[in-house]
């Protein structure tokens, strides 16, 4: 378990869980759990490798990750039969999730030497896509390109990250706080339903 | 066509064909009808590249499995004017199709010196993960993830495989059981509706 | 910017427009929009680039064309509150992004002296398959396997492409040629309704 970072760590356990409880919504059995779970979790950081081209992805050498992700599960899962509130479960592990991501995207990014605007691409694909290839599996449309403060919170949280770094800030406060940020803004984006406007025009069906 | 082993060109065939009957369902033309018999006989070996980087991936720039899959489509296509009953034809490509790509999917596992759990995963990609890509482009939830005994069959078969290679089974019966394993059991499974425990509470839709 | 050729420049911002124009149609947030229009304008492209191994894709390094993606996003949404016909807006993009992606594409096969049939593939790739992510990810089942004559225009292009190369006529006059009857091919086969032949027999839905 070496090879994984703590951050990594927490965030895949968070994004399992989130992922579990979204496959269990969609009535799958616990084979089609256990893979939704892994999309959710590992997901976004397989797209960011692949456009990386930092092939083989680690998983396939490395079954850490998938052990986190199966004991999450099982615990997610356990989880149910004492859980009243899924829904706020299930918020409160994607955005822990999204934070932790958040950060190592942006650490893949600095040390490939990339510009702070696409450090923080990646750390939102890194952070986001996992979910986005869940809801896209499960034939729901991507619920970050309709509705709540979702990719905008990690987008927020990597301006902060690179503006505290650019003043001085030393980098281990500086992933905490991008972190803490990222956590906190998310779960009161959704407590108040702040939202990004939405421009809709009637459109005839094409053809 | 020399590039190809045969137990590839024979599971190519047979996804083609069961993805040329799950095309049809859905109304597509017949150039829609050719793309999806080739994402559900090449998507997953094509993910199984994208993940360990064998790119670029080999139909680029060798046509035979092109070829294959065109000629299986018009089979596929030329059979439907004397079959009666789709569904156990689907069926049965299918499950040929699974166990076949499941031992091709494996064997590229052994050859990168991978841990036997990897090359189980590497197996049930290749087998299952063109179906799942098919299901996600005709806007269905991929029905591996639902029910049915599916990719489970797949890691069965790589757990026997292992098993009677670690016995001193010789690699070629070892191939053979392991594909007739695999197919008997997809084939049962279906008959008498085996599925796996579906774990379901109602949950509040998500905001 | 000079690292991206005219007409991929072109391109992008077309496909860009068509994007965002569809994404409108399905109410997504603005940020919802810009991710489609993205999407939309360098999927194929990406997709294509992690086929042939071409890692990390371009857009990861150079943030030119993201500024084009955001710029026509930008131009797009400015753009309704003035057009009283989407779809035709949207269709005249798309002809338009459809034509000088293909070519992108073919070229992009004849640096890696590719066979032709693949680099007719490789256009049609960089061409249609940006709509394709862009209509998974919305839940529609992709319009090019459904109706109208789309991914079989690009092959049409290639064709001729290949077949004017073939008899001397210089490369410039000939990308030309290629990328207008794409254009109007397109444009003609949706106003007359050309649809390719959709063989249908009512099937047994799959347990």
């Given at each position: 378990m070496e090879s994984l970072k703590l951050i990594e760590i927490v965030g895949t356990a968070a994004f399992s869980i989130a992922g579990t409880f979204a496959a269990m919504e969609k009535k799958l059995d616990v084979f089609g759990i256990f893979i939704i779970a892994f999309i959710t979790a590992l997901g976004g950081g397989t797209l960011r490798d692949i456009l990386i081209g930092e092939?083989?992805?680690?998983w396939i050498f490395d079954p850490s990750s998938a052990i986190i992700v199966l004991l999450s599960t099982i615990a997610g899962l356990l989880f149910t039969t004492v859980i009243k509130n899924y829904h706020n479960v299930l918020l409160f592990f994607d955005s822990i999730g999204l934070g932790f991501f958040t950060v190592v995207g942006i650490q893949v990014g600095i040390d490939l030497d990339l510009h702070p605007a696409a450090c923080i691409a990646l750390g939102t694909i890194t952070a986001c896509f996992g979910g986005v290839i869940r809801d896209i599996s499960l034939s729901n449309i991507p619920l970050i390109f309709q509705k709540e403060i979702y990719a905008t919170t990690c987008i927020l949280g990597g301006v902060i990250f690179f503006l505290l770094l650019k003043i001085g800030v030393p980098k281990m406060p500086v992933e905490v706080i991008c972190l803490v940020t990222i956590v906190l803004f998310r779960l009161l984006s959704v407590r108040y339903h702040w939202q990004l406007p939405v421009i809709w025009k009637p459109v005839k069906p094409s053809s």
């Open positions: 092939l083989p992805v680690k």
